[in-house]
């Protein structure tokens, strides 16, 4: 059975993100893993429920 396209895919529950597209995760694991520009350390995770580590600002990397 398909996924009923009225459930949001993305968004939050009690405050935590969640993001349960399948569409284009790769690209999303990669920026939200590696983005030197993003400030924030703790980002909302790529696929799932929850948050992940930004490793360029953990590393110090700065923004070019």
């Known amino acids: 059975m398909p996924p009923d396209p ?31 520009s993003e400030p924030r350390l703790v980002v909302p995770r790529a696929f799932g429920w929850g948050y992940d580590v930004n490793l360029a600002r953990l590393l110090g990397r700065k923004p070019q």
């Open 6 to 36: 009225n459930i949001p895919r993305t968004g939050t529950f009690l405050g935590i993100p969640y993001d349960w597209r399948t569409t284009g995760i790769r690209a999303r694991l990669k920026q939200r893993s590696w983005d030197p």
